[in-house]
């Protein structure tokens, strides 16, 4: 468990007690007070934050998710040597915050570092590394409650920022067979070393619909529609040019997404289940390149302890089906595409709601 999770726990009152002296052993214990977080409560039912999608609840909240990533990528084409079969490993950090200003206004944010690297020497070759800093920032506004449904409706909008880089081997390796003589002073000290560094940015804009519903006090339902636009930057290394070149592009993202739950709490076990499902698709651009509609469908089931209203903790599990393909080059020097990749990934969730 990371230092950051530590100091949550510890900032949340959730590390072990200090041992009592021996004159206070039989001093009357404080009564822990449970905080009746009623602003996620509908028909007796407790609402539990999804992975897959935000929620339809304002609250103040702080929150930390750590995960394990790993993505399989069949048949990737690198040039005259054919196509390989290409394992990324990665990890990620991700903080979340909430700002509840009045029962139906509130502010959200949160920071997201993630790292991605190749799991063994071709993949490491063929598809290098990349470390990428997000953050995003929003309004969420309920616009209808119904206690007596159990029905609350909100909609969001942020704003985000992420800025990363790649680190790509390969193109290091093609600098290097086309400059003659190259030493190892040229690839540390000279232009032959900006191949392998190529910095991204990006900006998006969100907004979407979100939609809670109680069914009782053992299940309900939650489920999104979100659209966003977001503004890319890619700045590869150009021999030609002797210097970095921006390479601008533009992406459509449309996501679709539902929740189940089944809380046993209120049948004396405080453990909760969450199957979700997400549907994304859009339209994404690339400079000199033909444009390409993603369309793939992620499945999560998480495993959450349910027995304080006011804190939530578990373990997710969530798989990625026929994402993107992988560009490479054919044998010829034409882009062709790779299989459909596949991701998968683990997290372990712990928030606390005020």
């Not at 404080?30 to 339809?56: K, N, W």
């Not at 190892?184 to 907004?207: A, H, K, M, Q, R």
Request: with cysteine; glycine share 12%; aromatic share 8%.
């Amino acid at each position: 468990m990371s230092f950051m999770t530590l100091g949550l726990l510890a900032a949340l009152g959730l590390t072990a007690p200090e041992p009592q002296s021996s004159g206070a052993a039989h001093a009357e214990k404080p009564t822990v007070e449970c905080h009746d977080d009623t602003g996620r409560q509908l028909r007796g039912h407790t609402f539990l934050y999804p992975i897959l999608q935000s929620s339809a609840f304002v609250t103040t909240h702080a929150g930390l998710r750590e995960g394990l990533a790993r993505s399989d990528v069949p048949d990737l084409p690198v040039g005259r040597f054919g196509t390989v079969d290409v394992l990324l490993t990665g990890v990620q950090q991700t903080l979340d915050l909430g700002l509840g200003l009045t029962p139906w206004l509130g502010l959200e944010a949160f920071a997201r570092a993630t790292i991605v690297t190749g799991a063994n020497t071709r993949s490491l070759v063929v598809e290098g590394a990349s470390v990428d800093l997000l953050g995003e920032v929003g309004p969420v506004l309920r616009v209808w409650r119904n206690e007596h449904s159990g029905t609350q409706v909100s909609v969001r909008a942020n704003f985000g920022y992420e800025k990363g880089r790649d680190i790509l081997v390969l193109p290091l390796v093609g600098g290097i067979v086309n400059t003659p003589g190259a030493t190892l002073e040229d690839v540390v000290f000279g232009n032959l070393g900006e191949y392998i560094n190529i910095p991204t940015s990006e900006i998006t804009l969100n907004g979407g619909g979100y939609l809670a519903q109680a069914l009782g006090r053992t299940f309900s339902i939650q489920a999104s529609a979100r659209a966003g636009y977001a503004w890319k930057e890619r700045k590869p290394f150009d021999a030609l040019a002797n210097g970095h070149i921006t390479q601008k592009s533009h992406a459509v993202r449309v996501n679709l997404a539902a929740a189940f739950t089944v809380d046993f709490a209120h049948h004396g076990v405080p453990v909760a289940l969450m199957g979700e499902y997400l549907f994304s698709t859009g339209r994404e651009t690339e400079v000199d390149l033909p444009d390409q509609t993603p369309a793939s469908s992620t499945l999560a089931l998480g495993v959450y302890y349910s027995g304080r209203p006011n804190f939530q903790t578990g373990l997710g599990a969530v798989t990625t089906l026929n994402a993107l393909p992988h560009r490479g080059l054919g044998p010829e020097g034409q882009t062709l595409e790779s299989g459909e990749p596949t991701l998968s990934y683990g997290q372990f969730i712990l928030r606390y709601i005020w």
